[in-house]
Nanobody, 116 residues
């Protein structure tokens, strides 16, 4: 079974930056597609950005395009989400998801708060 642990969240002012990490253990990380989700209070969980297991192809929600960058380092079994130009509406709990052959694994989430 794959275990995921997110880190890097915190309180940041509007316009600031954070880098989230998703550290994996248990199985070969390389095979998994990774997606970052977020859930704000009172809202449904939404996909933010994903990166494939094969060629590193990435995709982004329109709301974060040009501001967020997803990456992965398979040698370190870790995925990242670099978040720049943060806005108050980016405030949410951010979750890392790993998917392979229909199986989903989730981390516990990390809180990101954007406020002055």
């Amino acid at each position: 079974q794959l275990q995921l642990v997110e880190s890097g969240g915190g309180l940041v002012q509007p316009g600031g930056s954070l880098r989230l990490s998703c550290a994996a253990s248990g199985y070969t990380f390389d095979y998994y597609a990774i997606t970052w989700f977020r859930q704000a209070p009172g809202k449904e969980r939404e996909g933010v950005s994903g990166i494939s297991s094969s060629d590193g192809t990435s995709n982004y929600a329109d709301s974060v395009k040009g501001r967020f960058t997803i990456s992965r380092d398979n040698a370190k079994n870790t995925a990242y989400l670099q978040m720049n130009s943060l806005k108050p509406e980016d405030t949410a709990v951010y979750y890392c998801n790993a998917r392979l052959a229909g199986y989903d694994y989730w981390g516990q989430g990390t809180q990101v708060t954007v406020s002055s």
